[in-house]
C-alpha cells in the first residue's frame, strides 16, 4: 500500500475520531438533535469545501500539464523539421509530470541547438560577406531565413576557410607587387598618379580590393614601371658608354669626370638628366675639335684594321679615312664605320684571336729556328739552350693543333655565314699553307747550301792532298738536322668580309 493511501485512510479515521468527539461534547452539553444535525452538517460542508478546493487545485495541474504537454510537443515537431531532424521518441509509460520535464528538457536542448546554428549562420554570414568584397566573389547559396543543418553549416565552414586561404594568397601576392611598384616608383623618381597608384601605395593595405582584376592591374603596372626603369637603364647606359668614348677621344682631365661620378651607378631621372647633360656638353666640345676627333677615331680605326687582317684594299675602300678636309659629316663617317667595325670584331672575335695565336706562335717559332742556325748557341751554360728546344718541340705539336682547330672554326663559320673567311685579303688557311711552303723552300734552299759548301771543301781539300781519313771525318761527323714537320693542313672555304 502506498504511503498516500495510509495517510489516507488515517485521514478518513482522524474524521471520525473527529466526529465521535464532537458527539460525546455534545452529549455532555445536551446538544438538541437538531442542533446537532445542524451542527454537523457545518463540519461535512466545512471538510467537503475544503476536498473541492483542493482537488480543483490538482484538476488544474493536471490540466496544466496536458496542455504544457501539448504545447510541448508541437514546438519539438516543429523545431524536428527546422533543424532537419527525426521526430523526438517519447516515453508512453512515464507519468505525465515525468513526460512534460522531459518534452520541456529536450526543447531547451533543441532551442539552444537552433540559437547556435543561427548564430553561426550569422557569424558566417557576415565573415563571407567581407571575403567577398574583398575578393570580389558570390555569397555562399545559403537562406538566411531558415535554420541551416549541420552539413549546410560545414560546407559554409569549408567555404569560409578556403576564402580566407585564398585571401592571405592573394594578400602575399599583393604585398610583393606593392614593395616593387614603391621600388620602381623610387628608381624612376614617380609619385602616384592615378587614382589606382594612389589606392595600392597611399591606402591601407587591408582595405584594399584584393579582386583577380586588381591584381592583373597591378602585375601591369608593375611590368609598365619595370619596362621603363629598364628603358631608363638602357638610355643612361648608351650616355655612359657614350662618354667614355668621348672622354677618351677628346682627353678629358680625370678630375672632369669624377665630378659626374656620382650619376655612373644609379638610373634614376636626375641621372639621366645629369647624363643627358654631359653628353651634349661633350658632343658640343667634340664640334669644337672636329678634326682632333677624327683623328683620335682613324687611329682607333687602323688599330681594328690590324685585329681583323684588313687587306690594303678593304682599307682603302673606306675613302673617308684619307679625307683631310674635315667637317661634321666626315666625323660621322668616321663614327659609322668604327662602329661597324668594332661590331665585325666582336662577331669574329674568337677566329681573329686563334689567328693572332698562330701568328704568334709561327713568329715565335720561326725565331727558334733562326736562332738553331747559330753555332754559338751551344756554348751557352745558361740552360737556355734546353728551353729554346723545349719551346721549339712544343711548337712542333701545338702548331698543327692550332691550325686543325681554327680549320673547324672557320669550317662551321663558312657554313653559318655563307661566306669565305679572308684575313688581309686572303683565305686564312692558303696563308697558313704559304707560310709553311716557304718555309719548306727556305729549309730545302739551306740544304742546297749545305751540299755546295760541302762539295766546295771536299774539292778544296783534294786540290790540297787531304788524306782520305780527314776526308772521313768530314762525312763521318754528326750532323744536325731540323726537324720534320708533318705537312700543314690544307684550306678550304674560309670565313667572309664584314
Known amino acids: 500500500m502506498r504511503k498516500s493511501e495510509v495517510i489516507a485512510a488515517e485521514s478518513v479515521a482522524c474524521l471520525n475520531k473527529a466526529l465521535c468527539h464532537l458527539k460525546d461534547i455534545w452529549e455532555e452539553i445536551g446538544i438538541p438533535e437538531d442542533q446537532r444535525l445542524e451542527r454537523t452538517n457545518v463540519v461535512k460542508n466545512h471538510v467537503k469545501s475544503l476536498l473541492d478546493m483542493m482537488i480543483a487545485e490538482e484538476e488544474s495541474l493536471r490540466k496544466h500539464l496536458t496542455a504544457s504537454i501539448e504545447k510541448c510537443q508541437n514546438e519539438l515537431s516543429k523545431l524536428c523539421l527546422e533543424l532537419q531532424l527525426p521526430p523526438f521518441q517519447e516515453d508512453r509509460s512515464s507519468t505525465m509530470l515525468q513526460q512534460e520535464k522531459d518534452l520541456r528538457t529536450h526543447l531547451e536542448v533543441m532551442l539552444k541547438e537552433k540559437n547556435q546554428r543561427t548564430q553561426a549562420l550569422k557569424a558566417f554570414t557576415e565573415q563571407d560577406q567581407d571575403l567577398c568584397d574583398l575578393l570580389c566573389f558570390q555569397p555562399f547559396s545559403i537562406s538566411a531565413d531558415s535554420v541551416p543543418s549541420l552539413e549546410q553549416l560545414e560546407k559554409f565552414r569549408q567555404h569560409i576557410s578556403s576564402l580566407t586561404a585564398e585571401k592571405e594568397r592573394r594578400r602575399k601576392v599583393f604585398v610583393t607587387l606593392k614593395k616593387q611598384i614603391i621600388l620602381c616608383m623610387d628608381d624612376l623618381d614617380q609619385l602616384p598618379e592615378t587614382s589606382f597608384e594612389k589606392d595600392v601605395v597611399c591606402e591601407d593595405e587591408e582595405s584594399f580590393c584584393l579582386s583577380k582584376e586588381n591584381l592583373d592591374s597591378l602585375k601591369v603596372l608593375l611590368h609598365q614601371l619595370e619596362s621603363r626603369k629598364a628603358e631608363n637603364e638602357r638610355v ?252 700543314p693542313i690544307s684550306a678550304s672555304k674560309v670565313s667572309a668580309l664584314p
Not at 446 to 462: D, G, H, M, P
Open 236 to 487: 643612361c647606359g648608351s650616355y655612359r658608354e657614350k662618354m667614355h668614348e668621348l672622354w677618351e677621344r677628346l682627353q678629358i682631365p680625370q678630375e672632369e669626370r669624377e665630378a659626374i661620378s656620382e650619376h655612373m651607378t644609379l638610373s634614376k631621372k636626375r641621372n639621366m638628366e645629369a647624363l643627358q647633360a654631359e653628353v651634349k656638353r661633350l658632343e658640343e666640345l667634340k664640334l669644337k675639335s672636329i678634326q682632333n676627333v677624327t683623328e683620335a677615331i682613324r687611329n682607333e680605326i687602323a688599330v681594328f684594321w690590324d685585329k681583323c687582317f684588313y687587306s690594303t684594299d678593304q682599307r682603302q675602300a673606306f675613302v673617308p679615312y684619307y679625307d683631310d678636309d674635315f667637317s661634321e659629316e666626315l666625323l660621322s663617317l668616321h663614327d659609322a664605320e668604327i662602329v661597324q667595325l668594332k661590331q665585325y670584331y666582336e662577331e669574329h672575335k674568337d677566329l681573329f684571336e686563334g689567328v693572332h695565336k698562330w701568328e704568334e706562335s709561327w713568329r715565335l717559332f720561326l725565331e727558334l729556328e733562326e736562332k738553331a742556325k747559330d753555332p754559338t748557341r751551344f756554348t751557352n751554360r745558361g740552360g737556355n739552350l734546353l728551353k729554346e728546344e723545349k719551346q721549339r718541340a712544343d711548337l712542333v705539336k701545338g702548331l698543327p693543333k692550332l691550325e686543325k682547330k681554327l680549320k673547324a672554326e672557320i669550317e662551321q663559320w663558312e657554313h653559318e655565314q655563307n661566306r669565305e673567311f679572308q684575313v688581309n685579303g686572303q683565305k686564312f688557311m692558303q696563308f697558313v699553307t704559304d707560310q709553311w711552303e716557304t718555309y719548306r723552300l727556305e729549309k730545302e734552299r739551306e740544304k742546297q747550301e749545305r751540299v755546295c759548301i760541302s762539295l766546295y771543301w771536299l774539292n778544296a781539300t783534294s786540290s790540297t792532298g787531304t788524306s782520305n781519313s780527314t776526308i772521313r771525318s768530314v762525312f763521318g761527323g754528326t750532323v744536325c738536322h731540323s726537324p720534320i714537320l708533318r705537312p
